[in-house]
């Protein structure tokens, strides 16, 4: 027992060799050496060399409700982002076959995905900050069930990404243009899948959580040539159980794809994914099917401590439904706001610099799952929303603005880029020219004499040349939100001067 408890503390120290060394130790000694000098009678406690090794908690211990709630205004903006994917993946699976939930959404069964044909509907209200880019696909998975092979056509040189995320909505795997991705076939496993790929499989990609998700995005303009052109390719986009490859490449038509009826149709906003009375109910399911990150584990301990107390305690889990209730309200909503994510940019704008990569960023997930969920990692897209003009002054439908791009200054990009309205729900502003973005889509553009674009903001038509030029705008608030798909480095360092929005 002496001779393991040495070795522990050994090589504890010797992973601290940059640090001081204890009181009385010899200079000339190193931190390992110094080790080896240490003996019982020192009554050093050999430290924890992980998470694993700390002390929970004591179970039984007695808690306060005022304790419970603070605990759990906290654990309520973590697992926020969380529970929202766990109930996605709840309703989205449902889906009896590929369909459109609301007439508007791609949704497909558990282990499936869904393409759509053209852009997203303005009715849709599902997912915030959608884009009319690109033709949208989404599938949810259980990779604990069996693992989900994914389709990649030849795009050639068109954009296309799939975005593949986990449950704290964090990519696990880079499939797009940019990556140089071939042609083929793909496996996405859960973290406890050891199998043996078939033959025909390009590569496996595996994800640290069993639900997972998939969204594909394939550049369309807004031609009827490219939408004519674009269908042999969509048609090829699927995903669909392991037990189900055959080794070739399977296709379905998009087009025509039936109505699911949906089950929360009426609202102005945002399906609602997390219900706060709710939510301490949900959270211990939550949380078994997300593994603790490195680090985590006093923030699972802790979260434990109190979901275990509270479990035949009425009065605690009084406090962590006011707990849920409150945080709601007080700073999960205004999260919404662009101006409450990201960093500040100038003239106006703010970005993301984790988007799906948000590790330990828990306010920046948290924020992103309430006002854009699903977004890209920065190499992949970058996003610059605003809620105010150049001057500091809330954006709305009263005033007439211009967004400006000076001479050689549109946003640098492999990919492309585009300007989207939203209405204070963050949805599209419906409008008689159904338009609800301007960019590399839009062939008819007008520069100005000088070689600069003007956006022309506005709820009142500017007439003439100016007409092609026109984002239509609502009555009331609205935000601007600039998208860079396959940015060049200018974009993601910084250096890229974001346009002016200026008010008439």
């Not at 044909?117 to 997912?127: I, N, T």
């Not at 795997?173 to 899948?193: C, S």
């Not at 490219?226 to 159980?241: E, F, G, K, S, T």
């Amino acid at each position: 027992m002496i001779k393991k408890s040495v070795a522990a503390v050994a090589t504890f120290v010797a992973a601290q060799a940059t640090l001081p060394l204890a009181d009385g130790a010899p200079a000339s000694l190193s931190s390992a050496a110094y080790a080896q000098t240490m003996t019982a009678q020192d009554g050093q406690v050999p430290p924890p060399q992980s998470g694993k090794d700390v002390p929970s908690p004591v179970a039984g211990a007695p808690i306060s409700p005022e304790y419970a709630n603070v605990m759990g205004r906290f654990a309520y903006i973590w697992g926020w982002p969380l529970v929202n994917m766990h109930n996605r993946h709840a309703v989205f699976g449902t889906a009896p076959h590929p369909g459109l939930l609301g007439g508007v959404l791609p949704v497909a069964p558990v282990g499936q995905l869904a393409m759509l044909s053209d852009y997203v509907a303005p009715e849709q209200r599902f997912v915030t900050s959608p884009n009319q880019d690109v033709v949208y696909g989404a599938g949810f998975f259980s990779l604990d069930e069996q693992p989900v092979v994914i389709q990649v056509p030849d795009f050639a040189d068109r954009f296309w990404v799939y975005q593949i995320v986990d449950q704290r909505s964090d990519s696990f795997a880079e499939v797009g243009i940019q990556y140089g991705t071939r042609p083929g076939m793909y496996l996405l496993v859960g973290p406890n899948w050891h199998g043996q790929a078939p033959a025909g499989i390009n590569a496996v990609y595996r994800s640290s959580t069993n639900i997972a998700a998939i969204f594909p995005r394939v550049f369309m303009d807004d031609t009827k040539q490219d939408r004519d052109a674009i269908q042999p390719l969509l048609n090829h986009v699927m995903a669909y159980p392991l037990s189900k490859y055959t080794g070739k490449m399977q296709t379905a038509d998009w087009k025509g794809l039936p109505t699911i009826e949906n089950p929360n149709a009426g609202s102005s906003g945002e399906t609602q994914w997390v219900i706060p009375d709710k939510f301490f109910e949900q959270l211990p399911v939550v949380m078994n099917e997300v593994p603790p990150l490195p680090g985590e584990e006093a923030l699972y301990a802790q979260i434990y401590f109190v979901l275990n107390a509270a479990k035949n305690n009425p009065s605690l889990q009084s406090a962590l439904k006011e707990a849920a209730v409150t945080t709601e309200k007080n700073v999960i909503k205004d999260m919404f706001e662009f101006r409450n994510n990201g960093v500040d940019v100038g003239n106006g704008w703010r970005t993301q610099k984790n988007a799906a990569r948000f590790g330990f960023g828990y306010f920046q997930r948290t924020a992103t799952a309430k006002g854009n969920m699903f977004s890209n990692v920065p190499n992949e897209t970058m996003y610059f929303g605003a809620d105010f003009d150049s001057n500091g002054e809330r954006l709305g439908g009263k005033n007439a603005y211009k967004v400006t791009f000076k001479p050689g200054q549109t946003p640098p990009v492999k990919g492309f880029w585009s300007l989207t309205l939203y209405n204070q729900q963050h949805f599209f502003a419906q409008n008689k020219l159904d338009r609800y973005s301007l960019g590399t889509k839009n062939k008819g553009l007008k520069k100005d004499a000088d070689g600069s674009l003007t956006i022309y903001v506005q709820p009142n038509n500017p007439g003439g040349d100016k007409e092609a030029n026109w984002l239509p705008a609502p009555d009331g608030d609205f935000s601007l939100y600039i998208r860079a798909y396959w940015p060049e480095e200018g974009v993601i360092n910084g250096s890229w001067p974001l346009p002016t929005i200026q008010r008439n």
